[in-house]
């Protein structure tokens, strides 16, 4: 308890460290880096410590004053609506990979598994029925997805029981809705197999006193392919009668560590015999240089062991251009990732799209855009303001102004071998003889021809991923960038390929 209370006073007094210095240290203090490399069940151990790592520099990147007690709040909120992406790794022979239904979006396997098919837990026996109407919701009249959720009829009563009644339709519509919910998810777990599905559940828990009920989902299925459901084999829990035994205390370095020390000592002898051999006519300073070189040579290979990044299995299609031109800078960017000062530009041309989609539905001034974020002062403040009204002004003064698009922010996952490429399209506008993709940019246009060619493969996947979408043949599928700021259209005359991306792709991470 004593070491517990230092070791906690040391690391409250490090609260003054930037936010990303400070869970480094908080990692190392614990030994949590050390702790994961040396399970030898790992096939990646620093995965999600990396990962962690990534979206603390991206909390410290995208807020202006970070400190301990927001981000703390914002872990709170972002796990229970699940925005986090569980670190991927790729697949390997012989391993079985655990995820969320949600982190398995877009992805596939040859073989999978649903478990825990219980009804209570999947679907749930109904928590957050109560809606906006429990402590600390937002009301959802106030939520920008407010037409899609249940409606509490609160209005025009004169009675007690009337509200009562009208909370009670509420939660039942409620309840109707998380399930609806629900059903989706398990429609994304079904259709996630190649070759075969298995859908399991069980009557008994660790604990659990009273059998439990399969799930409607697990039900729905075995009656759609004609399969019955095993019978309950008995009242009283077998799991209780199971009784578990286990070493303790456990080896602190693992299972194998006594054939590896064995197997390490072995090494070691065989080294310095061979050592002596080499170096036995060699003056003794000599020989003591000669250790100092190779320990700090295995002190290196060690580093860069330690510190492999291994290839994200979801890439925006933006970034598909970067591992094309500097595959190791990106690699090296995500083995150590920096927190990133909030940039004007990148605000500006988030709020233009804004503005853009909201051109082709509800009106919405620069003004208005603006007040949604927070600028550092005045003059900043105008000068945005000034750059916005900038670019409305070049587009509407654009052919894209008068035109009606079929479709706008369409964010299309297209898989490729291993790997997953997130192509989020601007608009979609109908031609005599297909589609034409646009891609808003409020940057600059490309410097040079390499530059621009570059930028095309963004495009190139887009219209890839346009084609597998709608199953509209590629040729019919015309695209082009048009940068805002300079009221210019740039229309690539070659686009690659299925195969040529695919070619690029592979000689990139290869």
Avoid at 147 to 170: C, G, M
Avoid at 323 to 332: C, E, G, L, N, Q
Avoid at 362 to 370: K, P, R
Avoid at 410 to 424: S, W
Wanted: net charge negative.
């Amino acid at each position: 308890m004593r070491d517990s209370a230092q070791l906690l006073r040391a690391m409250r007094q490090q609260t003054g460290m930037s936010l990303v210095e400070f869970v480094r240290s908080v990692e190392q203090e614990l030994w949590l880096d050390i702790e994961v490399l040396a399970n030898p069940r790992r096939k990646n151990p620093m995965a999600h410590l990396n990962a962690f790592a990534s979206i603390v520099a991206g909390y410290a990147g995208s807020n202006n004053q970070p400190h301990l007690g927001g981000f703390l709040n914002w872990l709170e909120f972002a796990d229970e609506r699940e925005r986090f992406e569980i670190p991927s790794t790729n697949p390997e022979r012989g391993v079985v990979q655990v995820l969320t239904i949600h982190a398995a979006k877009g992805l596939e396997w040859d073989h999978v598994a649903v478990a825990n098919l219980i009804d209570g837990d999947f679907p749930s026996s109904g928590r957050g029925s109560s809606g906006w109407l429990a402590t600390g919701s937002l009301p959802f009249p106030l939520r920008g997805d407010r037409d899609s959720l249940p409606v509490w009829n609160y209005k025009n009563h004169s009675a007690q029981p009337e509200v009562k009644k009208s909370i009670d339709d509420f939660k039942d519509s409620m309840r109707a809705h998380l399930l609806n919910e629900e059903l989706r998810l398990m429609y994304v777990a079904v259709t996630r197999p190649r070759q075969a599905l298995l859908l399991t559940g069980s009557y008994w828990k660790p604990g659990n006193k009273n059998a439990r009920k399969p799930s409607q989902f697990l039900v729905s299925a075995c009656e759609k392919f004609a399969i019955q459901i095993a019978e309950l084999g008995s009242e009283v829990n077998p799991l209780e009668e199971i009784e578990l035994t286990e070493n303790w205390p456990l080896d602190p370095l693992g299972e194998r560590h006594r054939t590896d020390v064995e197997r390490a000592a072995h090494q070691t002898q065989a080294a310095i015999e061979t050592l002596h051999k080499k170096t036995y006519a060699i003056i003794e300073g000599d020989r003591i240089q000669q250790d100092i070189s190779l320990l700090l040579a295995e002190k290196d290979a060690a580093l860069i062991a330690n510190e492999t990044a291994h290839l994200p299995v979801r890439i925006p299609a933006s970034s598909f251009k970067d591992y094309i031109a500097d595959f190791d800078s990106v690699i090296a960017r995500l083995r150590r990732p920096m927190p990133q000062p909030p940039y004007k530009q990148t605000r500006t041309g988030t709020l233009f799209h804004s503005w853009v989609e909201s051109t082709f539905g509800a009106a919405i001034h620069a003004g208005q855009l603006l007040g949604q974020a927070t600028s550092d002062d005045a003059d900043s403040a105008a000068l945005e303001l000034e750059n916005i009204q900038e670019l409305q002004a070049n587009f509407q003064a654009s052919r894209f102004a008068n035109l009606k698009p079929i479709d706008i922010e369409r964010e299309i996952q297209l898989t490729v071998g291993q790997n997953t490429f997130i192509c989020k399209l601007d608009a979609v506008f109908a031609t005599d003889d297909g589609v034409e993709i646009v891609d808003w940019k409020t940057g600059k246009s490309p410097k040079n021809s390499a530059d621009q060619k570059l930028k095309t493969l963004q495009l190139a996947l887009y219209r890839l991923a346009y084609s597998r979408f709608t199953g509209m043949p590629i040729e019919k599928i015309q695209v082009c960038f048009y940068f805002v700021g300079e009221n210019k259209e740039i229309k690539p005359e070659q686009i690659p390929n299925e195969a040529e991306l695919l070619e690029l792709w592979a000689a990139a991470t290869n």
